[in-house]
RNA sequence: GCCCCCGUAGCUCAGCUGGAUAGAGCAGUGGACUUCUAAUCCACCGGCCGCACGUUCGAAUCGUGCCGGGGGCACCA
């Protein structure tokens, strides 16, 4: 149970988290009554700044009369370092009012510090698996949310002060390797270099593809090189590693553009795990997990059945001696929980492979592999569909290459920068242009549940209002300006009155960032935070309207909520990857 | 056939472990720049929360069953 004493430090020193604090404080006033924990299920109210509904509860457990358990609960609440009103309201809930200038108090210790009031948590190992393109082959939208949406979790996670591993788990290994060496082969180590550098990878994987279904002696040669390329053979190695640091290059290049965090520090290919899958079938059947079926020598987790209602295998190793890809992403676990330690394991792939990876955790658990505090978990996320309301495809039916849809985004952007801000400079034109359309995508992918598909529409994610990046970015630009206007720069210690409500609303809402990052990063939902940043923005607007900063009375405390608007909006939006620019 | 996900305003979506009159943004209508960026704001309009039962003080939220949409179910990853 939480005592005053320490509630205090956690409002002192740690977290200036006020929402937590409540918790705590209604926890052990609930405790106290019931003689066990409960809920203490602390919201945000339109009634009050908080409402307490844990009393409720607790009053059916109870068999007691609601209204009279929360008024018993609120005689005990120990305020400790809280200063607020409270009351018992309609049929047992409990509205808390915090006192104007405890929250002004609090806003200052945020503006007073730099991670605007987000405690460091305690640090765990997160890995996390994402982007994951193929070597040889080009990016497409199918890889853009993983990308987008796993580096705003690294991203976040990082800030949080968790030792992010980010691991892209490219594929480079497998049977189309063969063709693809073969045809590099064919056509010249330079010619091939150059066509995979400047992204010709679908000409080129493409032109490899078409040889092996038509050519029989094409395909006999690619047959024998993935026999040459596994067993070592030190020509073919050569030629594979070209492709795949031609590509990985490529790769770089697509992840500038897109301002993702992932480097060339980053890949751990399937190829890494190579010479560990053996070893690793090897200790499945020497505890007994694994069996022949077909050929194949599979894992039967339990719980999983196939179409026929039979015991559904997961694939270790094939008929053909090769190793499935169940085989790899097994030794990618067992890496992750073994070398690394990890705590926490997020793999950001689509939802199609949700059985996939139910089965490979199942296999990890009874293999032993997943500690039981280790947290494993496939972050599924749905579709990107067209305006159709189909998977997003070229008007040809052609999947859509990455490159060109970042590209889109960007020239989209700079004809709306060209007309609404054409007294900016042409370099300055530029880079707005690509804030705002990388932003663009990014916060339409960031902005709605990751599990449910989502509509593609240009002109929806790139309007200069409604819920949008630009919109943000705007928000953001317009505070600076107010900076620039007034020659001012703004000291975070000055001290701030609440007096106009629109002031004292944005201090709540600037006051619940620490606990909108904890909830986006346990629950990997990015779309809260960036709700969060949109009320925010509205927020802000809101008190733009109504209360002048420059020249008022009040010029010294506004200015100290303009600065710790956009500095939460800042970091916020770089938590979700998407960059402000100064002015627009 | 079995399993998983989704169904909220005309459109695109929020709604956190059930909580008080269901919220935004587009679109529509009507307003607001001699004043810190109008890439803005304000107001209005708009909803049997797919349907039906059930659980309870209370259900968009939990359970069961239907209806509709999507995805998955052995050697491609």
Redesign the pocket.
């Known amino acids: 149970m939480p005592t005053s004493s320490a509630l205090t430090l956690s409002l002192i020193g740690g977290s200036m988290n006020i929402e937590h604090a409540l918790v705590c404080v209604f926890s052990a006033a609930l405790a106290e009554v019931a003689g066990f924990d409960v ?1 203490p ?8 700044d908080f ?1 307490v ?1 844990g009393a ?2 607790l ?2 457990r109870l068999g007691r009369p ?1 209204v009279q358990v929360a008024q018993e609960v609120l005689d005990r609440v120990d305020w400790a370092g809280l200063h607020a009103t409270a009351q018992v ?5 409990i ?1 808390v009012t915090l006192d104007d200038r405890f929250l002004a108090q609090e806003l200052h210790r945020v503006a007073t510090d730099e991670r605007l009031g987000v405690a460091a948590a305690t640090p765990q190992v997160v890995t996390i698996d994402y982007s994951a393109p ?1 070597v040889a082959k080009e990016m497409h939208v199918g890889h853009l949310r993983s990308t987008v949406i796993g580096d705003a979790a690294a991203r976040l996670l990082s800030f949080l002060g968790h030792q992010v591993r980010r691991m892209n788990h490219v ?1 480079d290994w ?3 390797f063969g063709m693809l060496i073969e045809h590099l082969l064919d056509i010249g180590e330079t010619e091939a270099a150059h066509e995979l550098s400047v992204g010709d990878l679908t000409a080129f994987y493409q032109a490899a593809r078409a040889k092996f279904d038509s050519d029989p002696g094409f395909a006999q040669r690619s047959r024998l090189r993935v026999v040459a390329l596994q067993a070592g053979d030190e020509q073919t190695r050569r030629l594979w590693r070209l492709l795949v640091e031609e590509s990985e290059k490529y790769f770089l290049a697509v992840y500038g553009k897109l301002g993702v965090t992932l480097s060339d520090a980053d890949f751990l290919p ?1 190829s890494f795990y190579n010479d560990e899958l053996a070893p690793l079938v090897k200790e499945l059947d020497e505890q007994g997990l694994l069996h022949d ?4 020598k ?1 894992v039967f987790p339990p719980g999983f ?6 015991p ?2 997961l ?1 270790v190793r ?3 001696g ?4 169940a085989a ?1 992403d097994l030794a990618s676990v067992k890496y992750r929980t073994g070398p690394l330690a990890a705590d926490r394991m997020l793999y950001f792939v689509g ?6 990876f139910e089965m490979v955790f199942a296999a990890a658990r009874q293999a032993g592999w997943i500690g039981e505090k280790v947290e494993v978990r496939h972050v599924n996320f ?2 990107i ?1 067209g305006e159709d ?1 189909k ?1 997003l495809k070229t008007r040809a039916g052609q999947t859509i290459k990455l490159i060109e849809l970042l590209d889109e985004a960007v020239s989209r ?1 700079a004809a ?2 060209a007309d ?2 054409p007294h ?1 400079e042409a370099e300055t034109q530029a880079q ?1 242009a690509w804030a ?1 359309g990388i932003g663009a995508i990014k916060y339409a992918d960031l ?3 990751r ?5 593609f ?1 240009w002109d ?1 994610m790139l ?6 990046a ?2 943000l ?2 928000a953001c ?2 505070i ?3 900076f ?3 020659a001012v720069v703004p000291d975070p210690a000055a001290p701030v009155t609440l007096a106009h409500p629109a002031e004292r609303a944005l201090a709540m809402e600037l006051l619940a960032f620490p606990a909108v990052l904890d ?1 986006a990063a346990r ?1 990997v ?1 990015l ?2 935070l960036a ?1 969060y940043l ?1 009320g925010l923005a ?1 927020l802000y ?2 008190f ?2 109504h ?5 008022s009375a009040e010029q010294a405390g506004r200015l100290v909520l303009c600065d710790v608007t956009r500095r939460t909006l800042v970091l916020g939006l770089d938590l979700l990857g998407i960059v402000v620019p100064e ?2």
């Open positions: 809920d299920a602390v919201r945000r109210s339109p009634r009050a409402q509904d409720l509860a009053a059916r609601p309201a309609g049929p047992g809930f509205n193929n594929g497998g049977t189309p399937e079926s077909q050929g194949a599979c059945a196939g179409r026929d209602g039979e559904l295998p694939i094939k008929s053909d090769g190793f499935g890809y790899t939802t199609p492979q949700r059985l996939h749905g579709s569909l309301g998977m952007a709306i920068v609404k801000s900016l707005v705002v902005s709605s549940d599990v449910k598909d989502y509509v529409d929806r309007a200069t209002n409604g819920d949008t630009a919109y970015q705007y630009a317009r600076g300006s107010i620039r206007k007034g909830t629950t939902e779309h809260r709700g949109f509205g607007t809101e733009y309207s209360c002048r900063v420059l020249g002015r627009m």
